[in-house]
């Protein structure tokens, strides 16, 4: 085979490729591409509030610079007014010195509901990122927007952050194909922090629809390259080839990996700070507590059941063994909807949330899922709610 046939053949992929990754950007962007002139919105133009944190910058830099609290978190609303979500379709985001175990999110109310919803945004590196706005409940009138930052713990462990972080911008705007042509590989080949789904594999994204996830993108490019090796070069190279191929888009994963590692070491060097379960530990601990679960009480510790309502399988895994011997299970909100507990007059129900939005009662009825479950709250803070189950 001539040197011209295989450059001849490599552009052909190139420009099959290029095409057909043009066409996932498009079906993927056209949804959130609206008419009329581009309109931008700067959320460090409007005025803030700081909470789970300290803002470390002065009232007359563009710039706003945190530290996070003792539980590495942090939380920045910004004053903008009520928008119309239909405006925006894209939030772009710039921050600089944040660890690559931190996540940002973006966290908003819509009017007539207080539900805090929220985003995971793309690992930020001092550049901006964009992300899609494709959340379902970003829609109707937004009336409270900000930005939380947290460390990855899932795994009951992270590293706190004596530093200082720095949002260098945060802007809405419309998508546009031309300027959001790269937005597709961003969610391709971005960073996800180790976690207790994903500790041999990759997930994955769930925020983009089946045609953009990497598989697909790989099972296109090898089809395409069998394809035009089957036309242009002889049969006994497909194999070889093909193996190329896939190993562009391992590389990627290589990178994942590469960045997985770099978190671990950085979690268990001797020079980090550990924190491992405490949180949930103490929450235990606290319901307990609050109940009067203990030792000393054997007939009310053997008859009273407490049944966790949490989202993260995890910290909800952990907290009803951190409450070993009471008599604990789980409620769900969206995960193993057929295998929730049955709830009797009498138990308690513990609603937690480490982001601070538990599950509370209203009008004394907890409803989640296709449930509603007359109860009496009994305790509550920004992370927990217990509730007495009543007839």
């Known amino acids: ?215 697909i993108f790989m099972l296109l490019w090898m089809s395409v390259s069998i394809v035009l090796i089957l036309l242009t070069m002889k049969r006994q190279m497909i194999l070889l080839i093909a193996l190329v191929a896939w190993l562009f888009f391992d590389l990627l994963q290589l990178n994942n990996m590469r960045k997985v590692s770099q978190w671990t070491n950085e979690v268990y060097s001797e020079k980090s700070k550990i924190h491992v379960d405490q949180q949930l530990y103490d929450i235990a601990m606290r319901v307990r507590s609050i109940l009067g679960l203990d030792l000393d009480n054997v007939n009310k510790l053997k008859n009273t059941k407490v049944l966790v309502l949490s989202s993260d399988k995890y910290q909800r895994a952990r907290v009803i063994y951190h409450m070993l011997p009471v008599n604990s299970s789980f409620l769900d909100i969206n995960l193993e909807k057929n295998t929730e507990s049955n709830v009797s007059a009498g138990d308690f129900i513990m609603s937690m949330s480490l982001t601070r939005n538990p599950k509370r009662p209203v009008n004394g009825q907890l409803q989640f899922n296709d449930h509603n479950i007359n109860v009496k709250e009994i305790w509550n803070d920004s992370i927990v709610s217990i509730m007495e189950v009543q007839e």
């Not at 996800?192 to 996830?213: D, R, T, W």
Request: charged residues 20%; aromatic residues 10%.
């Open 1 to 215: 085979m001539t040197q011209s046939k295989i450059i001849r053949t490599i552009l052909i992929l190139i420009i099959v490729f290029m095409v057909i990754y043009s066409l996932c950007s498009y079906f993927l962007l056209r949804d959130y591409i609206q008419n009329g002139e581009q309109q931008d919105m700067d959320l460090l133009e409007s005025t803030s509030q700081i909470f789970y944190g300290v803002k470390t910058s002065d009232n007359t830099d563009k710039k706003v610079s945190i530290k996070l609290d003792e539980l590495g978190e942090s939380a920045i609303l910004f004053n903008t007014g009520d928008f119309a979500s239909d405006d925006f379709s894209i939030v772009e985001l710039s921050i600089s010195d944040i660890p690559i175990n931190y996540r940002p999110f973006l966290v908003w109310q819509t009017k007539d509901d207080a539900t805090i919803n929220e985003i995971e945004l793309s690992q930020p590196n001092g550049s901006i990122k964009s992300n899609l706005l494709n959340h379902p409940n970003w829609k109707d009138d937004i009336v409270q927007i900000g930005i939380r930052i947290a460390p990855q713990n899932h795994l009951g462990l992270f590293i706190p952050l004596e530093n200082s972080i720095t949002i260098n911008s945060i802007s809405l705007r419309k998508a546009n194909l031309g300027s959001d042509f790269s937005l597709l590989f961003n969610f391709w080949r971005e960073y996800k922090p180790l976690s207790y789904v994903a500790i041999n594999h990759l997930e994955a994204n769930q925020q983009i629809p089946l045609f953009a996830q990497p598989f």
